[in-house]
């Protein structure tokens, strides 16, 4: 089945350290994939995504993402983290040109100043 | 037009009763997509249309929800006979057709429906 999991309900981050939120997705062809970040009462904001191409792909707020093929895997990271990356981050793919994007359950990430 | 607009923004309605939503995509976006989101949740997918076509429907999607995108440009989502079951946050979002680089999807600020 066609799926994405984010195996941490929840990151604690100290401010200025780096972060990493973790990714996985179903094996099934060549996927692309999405970050997206929610802050309370608002919609996603999409972030970056991984199309083709190089596997680190970099985006909005100083987020970058590494696409691993082998390990199915597609983590968000960011050097230095800030208070204000507190939020809640998904992770969605979409397996081909016709299908959903489907999302994955969420993670929230805490940055502790 | 600067993104996609959702409304209402809330709605609270008494279990029984029929709501429907409206979204509006960015203007030159083909795909349009209806996701529900319950607190702390991700979205979930319920359907999504490419111009008017509705091309897919979730099945775990009741008989009681229907979406329709008559003319390629806005959608509405209607529920009928509420449960205090769909109490939730109704997400939209548009893209273009994806087979590009400008494949993501780009999201409304929703509409919180509560039933009561």
């Known amino acids: 089945a066609q799926s994405v999991a984010q195996p941490e309900d929840q990151v604690n981050v100290a401010e200025g350290n780096p972060l990493t939120v973790k990714c996985t997705y179903s094996v099934s062809g060549n996927p692309y994939l999405f970050w997206y970040v929610q802050y309370p009462n608002r919609g996603l904001q999409f972030l970056l995504k991984y199309i083709t191409g190089d596997n680190l792909v970099k985006g909005s707020y100083g987020f970058e993402a590494e696409f691993n093929k082998s390990q199915t895997s597609f983590h968000l990271k960011k050097p230095s983290a800030l208070v204000s990356d507190s939020a809640l981050y998904f992770c969605a793919v979409r397996y081909s040109s016709a299908s959903k994007i489907i999302f994955g359950s969420g993670t929230r990430l805490s940055i502790r100043p | 037009d600067t993104g996609v607009s959702q409304n209402p923004r809330h709605k609270i309605t008494k279990r029984g009763q029929n709501v429907t939503f409206r979204c509006d995509p960015i203007?030159?976006?083909?795909?349009l997509y209806w996701y529900r989101q319950t607190l702390g949740q991700g979205p979930e997918f319920l359907t999504y249309?490419?111009?008017?076509?509705?091309?897919?429907k979730s099945r775990l999607l009741s008989d009681r929800f229907s979406a329709e995108r008559p003319k390629g440009s806005f959608s509405t989502l209607e529920i009928q006979r509420t449960e205090q079951g769909d109490s939730a946050m109704y997400l939209c979002?548009?893209?273009?057709?994806?087979?590009?680089?400008?494949?993501?999807?780009?999201f409304g600020q929703g509409t919180r429906l509560t039933v009561v």
């Open positions: 979002a548009s893209s273009l057709s994806p087979g590009g680089a400008n494949t993501e999807a780009f």
């Open positions: 203007s030159e976006h083909n795909r």
């Open positions: 249309f490419q111009n008017e076509a509705q091309l897919e």
